[in-house]
């Protein structure tokens, strides 16, 4: 008998397993046959778009996995680029190079970097917008034929993974597929309008899930955009998820389309108005992009943003390490987050009771950037020295706070152990602490040793060493904080 009945007050009783809570760190992995074209403007990131122009932001996309999109949008940058580079060949065409080079691709060295990076699970894009599935799926695409690649891409790199003791999930694009919705999306909630309504598309959709967790076992089902009308069967399929991988998670962005709302933003008047409120909430100061709740899901999943508390739910940030999640070959060092920053907002990240799903889109030669894997290199040489206060970690009675002395302090908890990381690079002598309390005899610096500290008036006065190696954070260990 399933441990689950197919309703979502049922799977709301399935609770988050203590590996994803653990792991604290995965990548996400966007590859398909936009990494071809690798072409996506330059104009900021997705929000920065999104203020810009609400009702034409998908003109200016910086996502390279959009290519397609914004191939049929009239006068837009990837159009001109398109008919500059590739003249009247149409998206189709890059399947040819794109196979071609997977006949000698090899996932060993992406999985050797994934481990090297300390991340604990990988998140692979099986599906994205365009309906190209890179494993050899048995159900059909009715649109475009054998559309799908004939070497088991998400087979092999789950194989790589799994030999290295990570964990291994599945992306999948339930919300959009453009071989069944071809409408171009413009506007900023366009994407709720082309969930394809089609009762056949929400077929081929459960159809293509239950093939994947039969072949995969992911422990991961990340859905993107929404889900299409079910008439019930998701639930069916996430009770079945749980039934075959005990420890299975879903995410957040299984929200099924409703179809008299998506029929009613296909009219411009209607899609104009709403885009025209959505840009003003958008614009708002401390906006944060974070999908919609759906009845059921396991953990939420903010876009290019943190959340500014502690939560009582689990989530987990996504972010490319550019504007991008598919490679771009129009982005350059400028464009991508600074190694140190990264590992700032990672920690906040966790201190608040979150992952980070930090992405990396690899090339059309089937490998990782160097610009892209020398910060998978960064975090795996900060984890090495600090991921005792990261992996396995819960939030502490509070996540933030600050020294005397201006450095910003995060704050994770584990076992008897609190974890004070510093933001910021100290100068050796005495570092003031506000507000914490602990043990005094056994504080130590991790990657460092024991160092002296006292008690004083409600703070914690630690004696910071000279010759620290440098670091974008430092975690200090405090027995029997409070």
């Given at each position: 008998?399933?441990?689950?009945?197919p309703?979502?007050?049922?799977?709301r009783a399935?609770r988050?397993p203590?590996?994803?809570?653990d792991?604290?760190?995965?990548?996400?992995?966007?590859?398909?046959?936009?990494?071809?074209?690798?072409?996506?403007?330059?104009?900021?990131?997705?929000?920065?778009?999104a203020?810009?122009?609400?009702?034409?932001?998908?003109?200016?996309?910086?996502?390279?996995?959009?290519?397609?999109?914004?191939?049929?949008?009239?006068?837009?940058?990837?159009?001109?680029?398109?008919?500059?580079?590739?003249?009247?060949?149409?998206?189709?065409?890059?399947?040819?190079?794109?196979?071609?080079?997977?006949e000698?691709?090899?996932?060993?060295?992406?999985?050797?970097?994934?481990?090297?990076?300390g991340a604990?699970?990988?998140?692979?894009?099986?599906?994205?917008?365009?309906?190209?599935?890179?494993w050899?799926?048995?159900?059909?695409?009715?649109?475009?034929?054998?559309?799908?690649?004939?070497?088991?891409?998400?087979?092999?790199?789950?194989?790589?993974?799994?030999?290295?003791g990570?964990?291994?999930?599945?992306?999948?694009?339930?919300?959009?597929?453009?071989?069944?919705?071809?409408?171009?999306?413009?506007?900023?909630?366009?994407?709720?309008?082309?969930?394809?309504?089609?009762?056949?598309?929400?077929r081929?959709?459960?159809a293509?899930?239950?093939?994947?967790?039969a072949r995969?076992?992911?422990?991961?089902?990340?859905?993107?955009?929404?889900?299409?009308?079910?008439?019930?069967?998701?639930?069916?399929?996430?009770?079945?998820?749980?039934e075959?991988?005990?420890?299975g998670?879903?995410?957040?962005?299984?929200?099924?389309?409703?179809?008299?709302f998506?029929?009613?933003?296909?009219?411009?008047?209607?899609?104009?108005?709403?885009?025209?409120?959505?840009g003003?909430?958008v614009?708002?100061?401390?906006?944060?992009?974070?999908?919609?709740?759906?009845p059921?899901?396991?953990?939420?999943?903010?876009?290019?943003a943190?959340?500014?508390d502690?939560?009582?739910?689990?989530?987990?940030?996504?972010?490319g390490?550019?504007?991008?999640?598919?490679?771009?070959?129009?982005?350059?060092?400028?464009?991508?987050?600074?190694?140190?920053?990264?590992?700032?907002?990672f920690?906040?990240?966790?201190?608040?009771?979150?992952?980070?799903?930090?992405?990396?889109?690899?090339?059309?030669?089937?490998?990782?950037h160097?610009?892209?894997?020398?910060?998978?290199?960064a975090?795996?040489?900060?984890?090495?020295?600090?991921?005792?206060?990261?992996?396995?970690?819960?939030p502490?009675?509070?996540?933030?706070?600050?020294?005397?002395?201006?450095?910003?302090?995060?704050?994770?908890?584990?076992?008897?152990?609190?974890?004070?990381?510093?933001?910021?690079?100290?100068?050796?002598?005495?570092?003031?602490?506000?507000?914490?309390?602990?043990?005094?005899?056994?504080?130590?610096?991790?990657?460092?040793?024991?160092v002296?500290?006292?008690?004083?008036?409600?703070?914690?006065?630690?004696?910071?060493?000279?010759?620290v190696?440098?670091?974008?954070?430092?975690?200090?260990?405090l027995?029997?904080?409070?």
């Amino acid at each position: 008998m399933s441990r689950f009945a197919p309703d979502p007050k049922s799977l709301r009783a399935h609770r988050v397993p203590a590996w994803f809570d653990d792991a604290k760190f995965g990548v996400f992995v966007h590859w398909s046959l936009s990494c071809i074209p690798a072409f996506a403007a330059r104009a900021g990131s997705i929000l920065d778009v999104a203020r810009a122009d609400p009702h034409d932001l998908q003109r200016h996309s910086p996502y390279a996995e959009w290519y397609w999109n914004a191939l049929r949008i009239p006068g837009s940058p990837a159009a001109e680029h398109h008919a500059k580079v590739w003249g009247d060949a149409p998206y189709q065409s890059f399947r040819a190079p794109f196979e071609q080079m997977l006949e000698t691709w090899d996932p060993g060295p992406w999985a050797e970097l994934f481990a090297r990076s300390g991340a604990r699970y990988v998140v692979q894009v099986a599906k994205h917008h365009d309906g190209y599935c890179l494993w050899p799926s048995a159900v059909a695409n009715p649109h475009e034929h054998d559309w799908a690649s004939k070497r088991d891409v998400v087979g092999d790199l789950a194989a790589a993974v799994r030999a290295r003791g990570l964990r291994f999930g599945v992306y999948y694009s339930g919300g959009l597929d453009w071989t069944f919705e071809p409408r171009p999306i413009r506007g900023l909630l366009d994407a709720s309008a082309a969930c394809p309504l089609d009762p056949a598309y929400e077929r081929h959709c459960d159809a293509h899930y239950r093939e994947l967790v039969a072949r995969y076992r992911p422990s991961v089902l990340w859905n993107d955009i929404q889900y299409p009308p079910h008439g019930g069967a998701l639930w069916k399929l996430m009770a079945d998820y749980y039934e075959t991988v005990g420890e299975g998670v879903v995410n957040d962005r299984f929200l099924p389309a409703v179809a008299w709302f998506s029929r009613a933003l296909r009219r411009r008047p209607v899609a104009y108005a709403l885009d025209s409120l959505a840009g003003r909430v958008v614009r708002r100061p401390g906006f944060t992009l974070v999908p919609p709740k759906p009845p059921h899901c396991d953990f939420r999943t903010p876009e290019y943003a943190s959340l500014p508390d502690a939560t009582p739910y689990k989530w987990e940030a996504t972010r490319g390490i550019a504007h991008s999640f598919g490679f771009n070959d129009n982005e350059d060092e400028a464009n991508l987050l600074d190694p140190d920053a990264l590992v700032r907002s990672f920690v906040d990240t966790v201190s608040k009771n979150g992952n980070l799903l930090l992405n990396v889109g690899p090339t059309r030669d089937g490998v990782i950037h160097p610009r892209e894997a020398s910060r998978l290199e960064a975090m795996g040489r900060w984890l090495a020295v600090n991921g005792e206060a990261i992996h396995g970690s819960r939030p502490w009675r509070r996540a933030e706070g600050a020294t005397r002395e201006g450095i910003a302090l995060r704050f994770t908890a584990k076992d008897a152990r609190v974890f004070a990381i510093l933001l910021g690079t100290p100068q050796p002598g005495e570092l003031r602490l506000r507000d914490v309390a602990a043990r005094t005899d056994a504080v130590e610096l991790l990657g460092h040793g024991a160092v002296a500290a006292r008690a004083e008036g409600g703070d914690l006065v630690v004696a910071w060493p000279a010759g620290v190696a440098a670091s974008a954070a430092y975690a200090l260990v405090l027995p029997s904080a409070r």
